[in-house]
Nanobody
Framework: VQLQASGGGLVQAGGSLRLSCAAS????????TGWFRQAPGKEREFVAA????????YYADSVKGRSTISRENAKNTVYLQMSSLKPEDTAVYFC??????????????????????WGQGTLVTVSS
């Protein structure tokens, strides 16, 4: 599985962005997929996750209410719509997929260790 994250850029505080994670592979629709972010000097942190069916989602408290994760399995793509962006949202955003589990999300999907495929990241910069 290859993952390609895109959609990052420079945005003013209060603005919106939609990140996309395009995947190769015929069985991507069965994989739990997550978004993580890493700011300079900080550890990679969980942002959001969605099950393969799209029936369950998790969000980090820091983005809950401001972000929506969704997927279009026909396009092998997962999206992260972010709004009311804050300077503290500035980070490189990575998408990741778990090909080892085809069921609903579990708590392990809030950790980087819950995924075995990673994309290259897209930079989001929020100016104040």
């Amino acid at each position: 599985v290859q993952l390609q994250a895109s959609g990052g850029g420079l945005v003013q505080a209060g603005g919106s962005l939609r990140l996309s994670c395009a995947a190769s592979g015929p069985t991507f629709s069965t994989y739990a997929t997550g978004w993580f972010r890493q700011a300079p000097g900080k550890e990679r942190e969980f942002v959001a996750a969605i099950s393969g069916s799209g029936g369950s989602t998790y969000y980090a408290d820091s983005v809950k209410g401001r972000s929506t994760i969704s997927r279009e399995n026909a396009k092998n793509t997962v999206y992260l719509q972010m709004s009311s962006l804050k300077p503290e949202d500035t980070a490189v955003y990575f998408c990741a997929a778990d090909s080892r589990w085809g069921g609903p999300l579990h708590l392990g999907h809030k950790s980087p260790t819950g995924y075995n495929y990673w994309g290259q990241g897209t930079l989001v910069t929020v100016s104040s």
